[in-house]
């Protein structure tokens, strides 16, 4: 054997051999790659985007009550038109950063909001009317917990601050500058006396629906996350919330899990997720849909269904996020218990899935699945969220209290406020690299099947080689022995 076929079938061994390690341990070499890159450190890849994730748009639509006279002194149903979207480019960045020995971090979020005007339809100067919060706040306290033997000293101060059930403010007002109401003044300056009735962070000094949030590192709350250090399987899912792991709700339904929502754990399977949000203190599950490829990445996509904000009938899991003497159709949240009792209920937008009744207690919801649906796509193998479509409806709550002039003739409606869209996606600068990690595996496996291919193949080629040299041997052997016989023999003839 030739020095070059032996350095060959050395090589063909070596290919053999790296081949079978490639395919037959790829999933060993992609959790080492996700624990070195993906994993939550200091100094991991993913660390820098996880502080500071990529801007994404806030779409906010506001909904403009044209009838406001009709349904306070008639009791006509509310009348409601979609403004907007006033469009805002929304930051995050993580804060107080405090890495546990139990391979959580603990961190805070500040978010900012950056008008787009150029985008927006419309100016945040635009006047529009909706319903009052802090008005069906003291009708919502009336109704439950102030004794009637009071209503008639609420009554008189209403009418003498001469509040309104419906009130007109610019947009900017609505969203995030604040504006002045009597309530609020007479709130604080009376807070010793009314202070058993109403929650200690009702009190401020202004209402918007984003006030005093901008650029906040309070609001959001305090997190503890697990990092993926130690056991991927809990990579991104919440631990605590405020420091706590069960709260507002009682039973399963106040347990604190379910993911952050920047990484989800490796390996996600074709049946539900689970997104802890601290809006609306709960977690929320969203369920498969479909496959699909957006930006040519496989994803799984998985949306908001019918079951999220579905009532104990509907959905048996959602029981005890009512109580017992409230009994709701489905399709709307009560958040009022982690909102200082304000009668708020969120639901998908325009009443979207949610039971018909909604609808008829106010006109112009029109739902669209298209425009209406969450829908959260995910590269499956790494958990990282390709494309996020998180869509949310603020509606309050209005009901008569007969002894209360404001409130008298007030039909029971959910009067939507506003909805709220949230879009993100991966980077224009991170597509190709998602990409090479969604096919990483299928990449090692082709480069294992390739190597060993080509091992084969070499050996094949050596051992063919070797036959046919060792066949010409074999054939080529009696001729020579048959030749030198015969000279010889002429040899000896001649020398005769």
Same mark, same amino acid.
């Given at each position: ?17 790296? =081949? ?9 070499? @992609? ?32 909904? %403009? ?55 927006? %339809? ?40 001469? *509040?309104?059930? @419906? ?29 058993? @009735? ?14 005093? $949030? ?50 989800? !754990?490796?390996?996600?399977?074709? /049946?539900?997720? *689970? ?6 203190? $709960? ?15 496989? /994803? ?39 909102? @200082? ?69 007030? !039909? ?40 060993? =291919? ?15 040299? $060792? ?15 015969? *000279? ?9």
């Amino acid at each position: 054997m030739s020095k070059y076929q032996w350095l060959g079938g050395v090589g063909a061994i070596a290919l053999l051999s790296f =081949g079978i390690l490639l395919f037959s341990t790829d999933s060993q070499v @992609f959790n080492f790659i996700y624990r070195s890159q993906l994993v939550l450190s200091p100094n991991s890849t993913s660390f820098p985007m996880w502080r500071d994730i990529p801007a994404l748009a806030a779409n906010i639509y506001l909904f %403009n009550v044209t009838n406001p006279d009709q349904v306070t002194n008639e009791g006509a149903v509310p009348i409601v038109s979609e403004v907007g979207p006033f469009v805002f480019m929304e930051s995050h960045h993580k804060t107080k950063l405090v890495w546990n020995a139990n391979n959580t971090i603990t961190y805070q979020q500040i978010r900012n909001w950056k008008h787009v005007p150029e985008l927006t %339809n419309g100016s945040l100067s635009d006047y529009i009317t909706i319903v009052n919060p802090i008005a069906a706040s003291i009708a919502d306290l009336l109704r439950v917990s102030v004794p009637k033997s009071l209503h008639l000293l609420v009554d008189l101060f209403l009418r003498t601050e001469k *509040e309104k059930i @419906f009130v007109t403010h610019t947009a900017n007002e609505i969203i995030f500058k604040g504006f002045d109401d009597p309530i609020l003044k007479a709130m604080n300056d009376a807070k010793f006396i009314i202070k058993n @009735f109403i929650p200690d962070g009702a009190f401020m000094d202004k209402f918007a629906f984003f006030y005093a $949030r901008n650029g906040s590192d309070w609001m959001d709350g305090v997190f503890n996350m697990y990092t993926g250090a130690g056991d991927t399987s809990k990579m991104g899912k919440v631990h605590s919330w405020n420091y706590s792991t069960q709260n507002f709700f009682p039973g399963t339904c106040g347990k604190v899990k379910g993911g952050a929502g920047e990484f989800f !754990p490796p390996g996600l399977n074709k /049946t539900y997720i *689970e997104l802890y949000s601290n809006d609306l203190c $709960r977690t929320l599950r969203f369920d498969f849909n479909v496959t699909s490829s957006p930006r040519g990445i496989p /994803t799984y996509e998985y949306t908001a269904g019918r079951n999220m904000f579905g009532n104990g009938s509907v959905n048996p899991d959602n029981k005890c996020f009512n109580p017992a003497t409230v009994s709701l159709p489905s399709g709307v949240f009560n958040t009022s218990i982690c909102r @200082f009792g304000a009668p708020v209920f969120v639901s998908q937008p325009h009443f979207y899935l949610a039971d018909p009744y909604y609808s008829s207690l106010v006109h112009g919801m029109r739902p669209n699945p298209e425009k209406h649906t969450t829908s959260l796509k995910i590269e499956p193998l790494s958990g990282v969220p390709v494309e996020v479509l998180a869509k949310f409806q603020l509606n309050v709550l209005i009901d008569k209290v007969p002894d209360v002039a404001l409130f008298k003739h007030l !039909p029971r409606s959910f009067v939507p406020v506003m909805w709220v869209e949230n879009a993100a996606g991966v980077p224009d600068n991170m597509v190709f690299q998602m990409k090479l990690f969604a096919m990483l595996k299928d990449i090692l496996q082709g480069v294992g099947w390739g190597m060993f =291919g080509l091992g084969v193949g070499i050996m094949l080629i050596l051992t063919v080689k070797f036959i046919s040299r $060792r066949k010409q041997e074999e054939d080529g052997g009696p001729l020579i022995s048959e030749g030198l016989a015969e *000279e010889s023999d002429s040899e000896n003839v001649f020398h005769e």
